[in-house]
């Protein structure tokens, strides 16, 4: 029977993908685990797939189509953080009844990037087949160090913006690199010819992520604190001695 290299990493990763509806169509995007006993959820995505939902205050329907479960959003019912000139989102929400894996998942490395040649697969719901997730992959074909993204072989169809994108790592476990945001078709001919695919890094965005989660914790921690402590202390009776120690 014939195999991949790329089976195992698809596999454990596709329970964390999800596809993001809109009013005006739909995108992808992936869970990012939150600590033990939170039921809020983070989900990260390309910003175009939901700017319009977000500026409008238009609902957004994520779909977990692993589980077949789907948790709709009303504007007061989530919180975005965009990441506009990055084209990337967070979206947080709570709704412990989506059953998101809770193994963490691993990240590229902060200022490292991977050069050319390495081969990266992605994950997402194409327009042509929005119910089914799909994976391509393909080669780096550069890094753009100024906007911190990877020109790819490999196409990227309407629909599966926001997916996320990996590498290999040990023991067959994926390792996100970044999320996918645009095609680049190539009309040199005045036709659309096959072009290359943007995978722009998430490490900046996750980064912040983490350090709000962190300042949320210290936040829990001083609040647990101070319930500790009683706000005044009983009364005593008026012209009542109290011993001195």
């Known amino acids: ?3 991949s290299i790329w089976a195992e990493p698809v596999k454990n990763l596709k329970d964390y993908v999800v596809r993001i509806e809109t009013p005006n169509g739909h995108g992808t995007g992936f869970v990012v685990p939150t600590p033990a006993g939170d039921t809020t959820r983070c989900i ?6 939901i700017d319009h939902a977000s500026e409008w205050n238009e609902p957004i329907r994520i779909n977990h189509l692993s589980s077949k479960k789907c948790v ?13 000139g990055r084209d990337q989102a967070l979206i947080h929400f709570s709704a412990s009844e ?6 963490k998942l691993s ?18 719901y194409p327009a042509v087949a929005p119910a089914t997730q799909c994976f391509f992959c393909g080669h780096i074909s550069a890094y753009i160090e100024d906007t911190e993204e990877y020109f790819v072989d490999g196409v990227a169809i309407n629909g599966v913006s926001g997916g996320p994108a990996f590498i290999q790592g040990e023991n067959e476990k994926p390792i996100i690199i970044g ?9 040199a001919t005045g036709k659309a010819l096959p072009g290359i695919s943007v995978v722009r890094s998430i490490n900046p965005l996750i980064k912040h992520y983490e350090e709000q989660q962190k300042i949320q914790e210290q936040r829990k921690l001083k609040e647990a604190e101070v319930s500790d402590i009683p706000a005044k202390l009983p009364a005593q009776a008026e012209g009542t001695a109290q011993p001195c120690s």
Do not use: C
Not at 44 to 49: F, S
Not at 98 to 103: A, H, I, M, Q, W
Not at 179 to 187: G, I, K, S
């Open 1 to 3: 029977m014939s195999t």
């Open 44 to 49: 990260v995505t390309a910003w175009h797939v």
């Open 72 to 84: 709709f959003l009303r504007s007061d019912q989530r919180r975005i953080n965009p990441a506009k």
């Open 98 to 103: 989506l059953p998101f894996p809770e193994v």
């Open 107 to 124: 990240f590229s490395e902060t200022d490292t990037h991977y050069v050319e040649g390495v081969e990266v697969g992605w994950l997402g």
């Open 179 to 187: 999320l996918v945001t645009e095609y680049h078709p190539n009309f």
